[in-house]
């Protein structure tokens, strides 16, 4: 049964710093892994996608990365501002042949201005 | 471009009362349908999900139901809301295997 995992649950660090965000999974056999963003009380945010055959995405200051040997995947976010503040979670979908995605519980980030 | 519509954003409701969430999606057809919950503090789980009208898979029992009467339309209904239904639910779609795109959720709370 697939599990996944996001540590640190919160994070709090200056504006401008560069910070990662960590995302695991237990079952290594995937087609491919989402990065979300989620305010509070809204829905998420699609980020990145990374497809099995990929190791890495970017978008503008975002990169994500997989290592699905490891069952592994990281976030980063380079030169952080208050903007940047939200819950960021990582899912992966299941290995059932269907197209239910498993969510992690999610990493609370703070930006301090 | 595709839109995905949800309400409404917040119900406050008494236990015992039936309960219909609607979700419509625009620009896009045949597209797969996700009914979410997530409960304060803690990660999504999926309730339902759908590949086409009429198939509907349940991943948790509950008094729960979902319904896909059109291509793009999702609706979660319960005839008698319980204390424990309380909580952010979301509707989602993708195509395939690509990224999955959330509505803005509805606040339930039942008193």
């Known amino acids: 049964k697939q599990e996944v995992t996001q540590i640190p649950a919160a994070l709090s660090v200056p504006e401008g710093e560069n910070l990662v965000l960590n995302c695991s999974f237990t079952d290594s056999a995937i087609y491919n892994l989402q990065w979300f963003r989620q305010d509070p009380g809204k829905g998420l945010t699609s980020l990145l996608l990374?497809?099995?055959?990929?190791r890495e995405q970017t978008s503008g200051r975002l990169n994500a990365s997989l290592d699905k040997s490891s069952g592994r995947s990281t976030l980063y976010i380079a030169a952080s501002q208050p903007g940047d503040s939200a819950t960021y979670l990582c899912a992966v979908p299941t290995t059932s042949g269907t197209y239910k995605y498993i969510f992690g519980t999610g990493t609370r980030l703070k930006v301090l201005a | 471009s595709q839109t995905i519509h949800q309400w409404p954003a917040t119900l406050v409701q008494p236990v015992g009362s039936p309960l219909s969430l609607e979700c419509t999606v625009e620009g896009t057809s045949n597209p797969n349908l996700y009914w979410y919950r997530q409960a304060a503090g803690r990660g999504l789980q999926l309730l339902f999900y759908?590949?086409?009208?009429?198939?509907i898979s349940s991943e948790v029992p509950q008094n729960l139901s979902a319904s896909r009467p059109q291509d793009r339309q999702f609706i979660l209904s319960s005839k008698k809301l319980l204390l424990s239904d309380s909580g952010f639910y979301l509707c989602a779609w993708n195509q395939g295997e690509e990224k999955l795109f959330f509505g803005s959720g509805t606040q339930l709370s039942v008193l």
């Open positions: 759908s590949v086409g009208i009429g198939q």
């Open positions: 990374i497809q099995s055959s990929q």
